[in-house]
């Protein structure tokens, strides 16, 4: 993970949905809110920076209890907005 940036409840994140399988659909970014960070149970998930979210879409919210984190945007992972 970014070592500037520490994932805490109520942070605002970037969720990549995952599209349609067919590509009708293509993965997007969606605004979240981190609402818990999950204690880490293997380095696997300590390395990862699971939490869980409130994710803000077009049809309304939906809610994704242990999302792993990824540096790169990349389909059912969360990561920072970049800046602009």
């Not at 500037?4 to 969720?15: A, F, L, T």
């Not at 949905?17 to 605004?31: D, W």
């Not at 390395?47 to 990824?70: D, H």
Request: net charge neutral; aromatic share 10%.
């Amino acid at each position: 993970m970014e070592s500037q940036q520490k994932p805490s409840v109520g942070r605002i994140v970037h969720y990549q949905s995952f599209g349609t399988p067919n590509g009708e659909y293509k993965p997007e970014p969606r605004a979240a809110i981190i609402t818990q960070v999950c204690e880490a149970q293997t380095s696997d998930e300590a390395a990862n920076g699971f939490v869980g979210l409130a994710i803000l879409n077009p049809s309304g919210m939906f809610f994704q209890p242990k999302t792993p984190y990824s540096a790169e945007p990349k389909p059912g992972h969360w990561n920072w907005p970049p800046r602009v």
